[in-house]
């Protein structure tokens, strides 16, 4: 939908709970001007602090914001670090995300023992689904093995490929217009 502002919002809330790609995405669009005003040196900021815990693909994309960066965007960049790492980073987030964690799992109602009456599937953005038994699992709501899930997803994230065969004509429905 090309609802910019709002994603930056979106993806800021989610940051505010430690969350790694969000705060990368936060930082893309601020590198490139999506929703905000571009600012690189706010940009390098955010993918620090999704490369605080080491993933290597922030940790790259991290490293080349900087080495394309001037010397005053550096300046910059290191004077405005100190007060979104405040409120942003791993120590000052992470208990909140555990709270938040702790909080909505109590609120929760339904069977905790995984019965189900159908197979219904939670789809996770960037990871997959998950079927709903496991909605209970504490590796979604004990901080800690919540932490753990997700390192193992982001250092050595899930890659494939995508094979793309001949050009197909294929009709629209419309008359039999074909359209390639």
């Known amino acids: 939908r090309k609802a910019f502002t709002e994603a930056i919002e979106q993806f800021k809330r989610a ?3 430690a969350d790694k790609p969000s705060q990368a995405v936060v930082g893309e669009m601020y590198w490139d001007g999506m929703g905000v005003a571009q600012d ?14 080491g993933y290597d693909f922030f940790s790259r994309k991290r490293d080349y914001y900087w ?9 910059r960049a290191l004077a405005a670090a100190r007060e979104i790492h405040r409120e942003y980073a791993d120590e000052a987030a992470e208990p909140r995300l555990a709270a938040a964690l702790r909080r909505e799992r109590a609120k929760m109602t ?17 990871y997959g689904s998950i079927d709903a038994t ?3 699992d504490p ?10 899930w997700h390192d193992q997803v982001w ?13 197909e004509t294929v009709c629209d429905g419309q008359q039999g217009r074909q359209e390639p």
């Open 15 to 17: 940051a505010w709970y």
């Open 40 to 53: 690189r040196a706010l940009g390098l900021v955010w993918m620090d602090l999704a490369a605080e815990r």
């Open 67 to 75: 080495n394309t960066l001037s010397a005053a965007e550096r300046k």
């Open 110 to 126: 339904g069977s905790r023992v995984g019965s189900m009456s159908s197979s219904v599937q939670i789809i996770v953005p960037g």
């Open 134 to 136: 496991r909605f209970y």
């Open 139 to 148: 590796q979604f709501w004990d901080p800690k093995q919540y932490r753990e």
């Open 155 to 167: 250092r050595k994230p899930l890659t494939g490929q995508v094979k793309v065969g001949d050009l």
